[in-house]
């Protein structure tokens, strides 16, 4: 019901079916399924149905006959395969971040990465964005920076077990935070660096204070701040020894 001067007039009421066909107006709730409305019009006022038939031709079949593109996946397809096709389908609308197709793949597992990061007062879950709004030096990370801080790390492990079993060359793992390999993040190692990275940001934000960087725009190298939370992670607090203290102030 179309209403003007505050609700108090009514200017187009289709309420009723008898309403619909008295102003030849036709519900978009009908458009896959019309055939007792057409009855109903045909009761009404038989001299408008050769016109509703035109509308029906170029209008409603339109609806009918179009074709939705379907992309079947097997059960055993891996994640990291529905990813992809997810990314290649989606090519002609807005390009996905890897924070986007990350948290993607982990709610196949249950886990909720856009809770982990943004927060959500329904479940009680703070956020680690809050975290780092606190830091004026952190105020601008983005999920996709934290998500290559997990994947320095991650890489990083397992090319010290990769050389702890005497691989060699390309056998090794590289330290890596490339879009593949972020991709290629698995949940446990998420879980496992997530809250030690969170203390990392924290310590570098620490570390380039005392270093007399207060606010971002005067922060060279802003892409340093990642491997450098990263490297807090492992230093823990010994980077406030004065030897390393000193070697990461060069």
């Known amino acids: 019901m179309l209403r003007a001067n505050f609700g108090r007039d009514v200017i ?23 055939d007792a409305w057409e009855e109903g019009l045909m009761a009404y006022d038989s001299a408008r149905f050769p016109r509703y038939m035109e509308f029906r031709k170029h209008i409603l079949n339109a609806f009918r006959e179009y074709q939705i593109p379907i992309i079947e996946l097997k059960k055993e397809t891996s994640k990291e395969a529905v990813c992809l096709v997810f990314e290649k389908v989606n090519t002609g609308g807005v ?18 990465l856009r809770d982990d990061w943004y927060g959500n007062p329904n479940a009680a879950i703070q956020g680690r964005q809050k975290k ?7 105020r ?3 999920p996709n920076d934290f998500l290559q801080g997990i994947s320095l790390l991650h890489s990083y492990e397992k090319r010290i077990a990769d050389i702890e079993n005497d691989k060699t060359g390309k056998e090794v793992t590289a330290v890596s935070a490339k879009r593949e390999h972020i991709l290629d993040l698995p949940l446990d190692a998420y879980k496992k660096w997530a809250d030690r990275l969170t203390e990392g940001f924290i310590q570098a934000d ?20 990642v491997p450098l939370a990263a490297i807090m992670v492992h230093l823990g607090v010994r980077w406030l020894e004065p030897v390393i203290h000193g070697k990461l102030c060069r």
């Not at 009723?16 to 036709?26: A, D, G, I, Y």
């Not at 197709?101 to 909720?112: E, I, K, Q, S």
């Not at 570390?207 to 960087?213: A, I, N, P």
């Open 12 to 34: 187009l009421d289709l309420s009723t079916q008898q309403k619909e066909f008295s102003e030849f107006c036709f519900p978009c709730n009908q458009i896959m399924n019309s």
């Open 95 to 112: 390009p996905l971040s890897v924070f986007e197709l990350v948290t993607a793949t982990y709610a196949a597992d249950g886990f909720n």
């Open 132 to 138: 780092f709004a606190a830091k004026p030096l952190l």
């Open 140 to 142: 601008s990370l983005e």
């Open 206 to 225: 620490r570390f380039l204070r005392m270093e007399g960087f207060y606010n971002l725009p005067y922060l060279p190298y802003r892409t340093q701040l």
